[in-house]
Nanobody, 123 residues
Framework: QVRLVESGGGLVQAGDSLRLSCADP????????VGWFRQAPGKEREFVAG????????NYADSVKDRFTISRDNVKNIVYLQMNSLKPEDTGVYYC????????????????WGQGTQVTVSS
């Protein structure tokens, strides 16, 4: 059963922008924190950004601060990740994830994962 539908990935050049979307057609994450993680080839999955259920609290990995912005629309049940000034090191599969809690998310508190969307940034 598909719970999360991710979209927006693609192949871009360094300096370009992309916006990822994570839709929740079953409306299961309305009261939960949601996050984006990524996994580069040969590396472990890492946290990128997280947002609380009302959107009032956000946090980011140091590597993406001031370039990425996470937001959510709780009417449409979609979480976005706006990625600007992309770098080749941002390349990887990006996963949307839903937390067990309403305020924060990390790899240890994920309730379930999306299927991932590929982002490739060429130099």
């Amino acid at each position: 059963q598909v719970r999360l539908v991710e979209s927006g990935g693609g192949l871009v050049q360094a300096g370009d922008s992309l916006r990822l979307s994570c839709a929740d057609p079953r409306r299961t994450f309305s009261n939960n924190a949601v996050g984006w993680f990524r996994q580069a080839p040969g590396k472990e999955r890492e946290f990128v950004a997280g947002i609380s259920w009302r959107g009032g609290n956000t946090n980011y990995a140091d590597s993406v601060k001031d370039r990425f912005t996470i937001s959510r629309d709780n009417v449409k049940n979609i979480v976005y990740l706006q990625m600007n000034s992309l770098k080749p090191e941002d390349t990887g599969v990006y996963y949307c994830a839903v937390a067990r809690s309403s305020q924060t998310i990390n790899a240890g508190t994920v309730q379930y994962w999306g299927q991932g969307t590929q982002v490739t940034v060429s130099s």
